[in-house]
């Protein structure tokens, strides 16, 4: 069996300690609520099987381990981080999980690369990500190194300045005409940070020339510019230099391998009771199969979103008091689905 790794992505949707303040209208977590949320996502994580997790909205490292401490093996070769996230924080962090014998070296990106912060209007420059990014060199273990030839993995995750409005003080929120400059602002926001993201992407290829994953919440549909300028995927010939630097959507990716698996029901939020895909993997083109650098390929890719219904049913009882209101699940259960592809190093088998 050839040798592979698992990588999954998933937003946690606010995990924070109990009595914690996070976003403004976020009532901080009840013990119990917190007790549910931390079970849930720790099932979550023995259910993705993965060997690295890249997770968004973790506003405290200790609540992470408290996830993990839950799972079947209760931590056990379990590693994680999640930079600026101590028990002070109050901001949305990135963090990673893995496995032993993994052993990353982790970088988190605050700002945005020197001539890449861009004027908004009514406000001063956007120069930072609205949530610091985070970077991750992993270097392969023997089996994999041999099978693939490349000595260390890069890891990219992120989560790009969302949808919601950005209003300035004075703006009526009633004010159809204020929305849509919020929106605006909003949308540059979040195209300055694909860009930067893009930057970081062909600056890391050409220094390292090491295989790149690049996921996370990405607040934008696959095709959206946003996520084009990450990926710049275009499908050019293998004799662009460009391609060099591209990135492949996996599920684009294992299409091509699996052509009649269909993504009708790869949707990984919910929005406005509408499924949409805005949580992506993409990889380079060493998993691209029959490409002339590929070391592997994609072989499946999973989204696990079956929890995005049952959160809309509002309040869940506790098993051992069936007449007590439980927990609501719309803030126990991530707005957002789990996504985990996995990688084959070695050629695809023939279909």
């Known amino acids: 069996m050839s040798p592979a790794i698992r990588i999954a992505t998933l937003n946690c949707l606010n995990l924070a300690l109990p009595a914690r303040r996070t976003y403004e209208g976020w009532a901080p977590y009840s013990a119990d609520e917190y007790l549910a949320k931390t079970q849930w996502l720790a099932q979550m994580l023995d259910r993705l099987a993965a060997d690295v997790v890249l997770v968004q909205e973790v506003f405290h490292e200790k609540a992470l381990g408290d996830v993990v401490r839950q799972t079947v093996s209760q931590g056990r070769g379990w590693s994680f981080a999640v930079p600026q996230a101590d028990e002070n924080n109050a901001l949305p ?69 969302s949808r919601r409005p950005e209003y300035v003080d004075g703006e009526s929120r009633d004010d159809p005409r204020a929305e849509a400059r919020a ?131 509002g309040r869940a009882p506790f098993a051992a008091a069936a007449d007590q209101d439980g927990p609501d699940l719309g803030r126990i259960l991530p707005d957002h689905a789990a996504v985990c592809v996995s990688i084959v190093f070695g050629v695809p088998p023939p279909r």
């Not at 190194?145 to 995750?157: D, E, F, P, Q, R």
Request: proline residues 7%; neutral net charge.
């Open 93 to 161: 962090r990135l963090g990673l999980l893995w496995r032993t014998p993994w052993q990353p070296q982790i970088e988190s990106i605050v700002d945005l690369p020197p001539g890449a912060a861009v004027p908004l209007p009514d406000r001063a420059e956007h120069a930072r990500f609205s949530r610091p990014l985070l970077l991750a060199r992993l270097a392969l273990p023997p089996a994999l190194a041999t099978a693939s030839g490349a000595g260390a993995l890069t890891l990219i995750n992120l989560h790009l300045k």
């Open 183 to 313: 929106q605006l602002r909003s949308l540059i926001m979040r195209g300055a940070e694909a860009a930067a993201v893009r930057r970081l992407v062909v600056e890391q290829t050409l220094r390292n020339r090491t295989p790149m994953i690049v996921a996370g919440d990405f607040n934008d549909e696959p095709n959206a510019v946003t996520t084009q300028i990450v990926a710049d995927t275009s499908w050019k010939r293998e004799d662009r230099s460009q391609r060099d630097c591209m990135l492949f959507n996996a599920l684009d990716v294992e299409q091509r391998l699996v052509p009649a698996r269909g993504r009708d029901t790869a949707f990984t939020i919910l929005h406005a009771g509408e499924p949409e895909r805005i949580d992506h993997v993409l990889v380079s083109e060493e998993f691209v199969p029959h490409s002339r650098h590929a070391i592997g390929y994609v072989e499946r890719v999973e989204v696990l979103n079956d929890h995005l219904v049952e959160r809309r049913r």
